[in-house]
């Protein structure tokens, strides 16, 4: 059973940093997309980062200068970096895996990722 747990949220000032961690368990291989994502208060769910099977990554938000995806293969631990944040980075954090897919995860619709983690609340406030 695929099993995706998040950490690393909380409550920081604008301009901190936070790392996420998500925790994959239950698969025997990368062959597989992972992903970011996150929704703010009244506001749909939108993708931050992807990575693919071979550990190209890809972000899908226009601030990705800030933000760094990356992946220990060895422990299956899924991070996202996220630097200088803003207080409209406020929002819950989402893992989530997609099996049909392997490469291009970027594109990959949200609707094909169907395994998810409960989350991780983001807080960027002064």
């Known amino acids: 059973q695929v099993q995706l747990v998040e950490s690393g949220g909380g409550s920081v000032q604008p301009g901190g940093s936070l790392r996420l961690s998500c925790v994959v368990s239950?698969?025997?291989?990368?062959?597989?997309?992972l992903g970011w994502f996150r929704q703010a208060p009244g506001k749909q769910r939108e993708g931050v980062a992807h990575?693919?099977?071979?550990?190209?990554?890809s972000y899908t938000i226009s601030e990705k200068v800030r933000f760094t995806i990356s992946k220990d293969n060895a422990r299956n631990i899924l991070y996202l970096q996220m630097d200088s944040l803003k207080p409209e980075d406020t929002a819950m954090y989402y893992c989530?895996?997609?099996?049909?897919?392997?490469?291009?995860?970027?594109?990959?619709?949200?609707?094909?990722?169907?395994?998810w983690g409960r989350g991780t609340q983001v807080t960027v406030s002064s």
């Open positions: 239950g698969v025997t291989d990368s062959n597989y997309c």
């Open positions: 989530a895996a997609d099996f049909s897919h392997t490469e291009w995860c970027g594109l990959v619709p949200e609707s094909d990722y169907a395994n």
């Open positions: 990575w693919d099977y071979d550990g190209t990554p």
